[in-house]
Nanobody, 128 residues
Framework: VQLQASGGGLVQAGGSLRLSCAASGFTSDDYAIGWFRQAPGKEREGVSACINMRDGSIYYADFVTGRFTISRDNVKNTVFLQIDNLKPEDTAVYYC?????????????????????WGRGTLVTVSS
């Protein structure tokens, strides 16, 4: 399994970005991809959002406060994370990952040790 995150960049506060996570190597379409982030000098946060590719079920962490929208493109095996009204505190490296049980919809109850595959992060920098 490979996950490849992209779409990061430098954006002004109030702007928007759409991050992509391209997945390959899954043996079925029943898998879920979650987005995580790690701000400079801080530990990685728990999952921000997660989507199951087969049934489209979604989880959002409470802290995303309605500014994050996760979606999928089953043809391209890609998950997107749209972040609106970006704030300087959104500055972080954003990662996508899947649980060791690929179909599992990741929530705040899951722990780092349970994630099987990580993509290389993509850096989002928000200027004030």
């Amino acid at each position: 399994v490979q996950l490849q995150a992209s779409g990061g960049g430098l954006v002004q506060a109030g702007g928007s970005l759409r991050l992509s996570c391209a997945a390959s190597g899954f043996t079925s379409d029943d898998y879920a991809i979650g987005w995580f982030r790690q701000a400079p000098g801080k530990e990685r946060e728990g999952v921000s959002a997660c989507i199951n590719m087969r049934d489209g079920s979604i989880y959002y962490a409470d802290f995303v406060t309605g500014r994050f929208t996760i979606s999928r493109d089953n043809v391209k095996n890609t998950v997107f994370l749209q972040i609106d009204n970006l704030k300087p505190e959104d500055t972080a490296v954003y990662y996508c990952a899947t649980h060791s049980a690929p179909q599992h919809l990741i929530t705040h109850n899951d722990k780092d040790a349970e994630y099987a595959y990580w993509g290389r992060g993509t850096l989002v920098t928000v200027s004030s």
